[in-house]
């Protein structure tokens, strides 16, 4: 089974920072991307950012310029710098792996168990 738990989320002010973190751990054939997603209360799921095989990321517009994301091949963990936080980051933080557990087998989603990010005025 492919599990991912995520770390480094909490309470921080405005213009602060944070850094969350998502250990990958069980058998995997292929990852065809990594990323982060965040639901605030009342709101759908979103991407927040996403690194592909192939090295290259996709952000959403509302966090450009502010987060990083970045991948540790040796340490299989995927982690999000977040910089300039504003209160709208607001959310729960939720890790996701696109993968095939086998060659034969399907592309599936995996997530983790999510971590709370609270920005304060």
């Known amino acids: 089974q492919v599990q991912l738990v995520e770390s480094g989320g909490g309470l921080v002010q405005a213009g602060g920072s944070l850094r969350l973190s998502c250990a990958a751990s069980?058998?995997?054939?292929?990852?065809?991307?990594l990323g982060w997603y965040c639901q605030a209360p009342g709101k759908q799921r979103e991407l927040v950012a996403q690194?592909?095989?192939?090295?290259?990321?996709n952000y959403a517009d509302f966090v450009k310029g502010r987060f990083t994301i970045s991948r540790d091949h040796a340490k299989n963990t995927v982690n999000l710098q977040m910089n300039s936080l504003k209160p709208e980051d607001s959310a729960v933080y939720y890790c996701?792996?696109?993968?095939?557990?086998?060659?034969?087998?399907?592309?599936?989603?995996?997530w983790g168990q999510g971590t709370q990010v609270t920005v304060s005025s």
């Open positions: 996701n792996a696109r993968l095939k557990r086998t060659q034969l087998g399907r592309w599936d989603d995996y």
């Open positions: 690194i592909i095989s192939d090295g290259s990321t």
């Open positions: 069980g058998s995997t054939f292929s990852v065809n991307a």
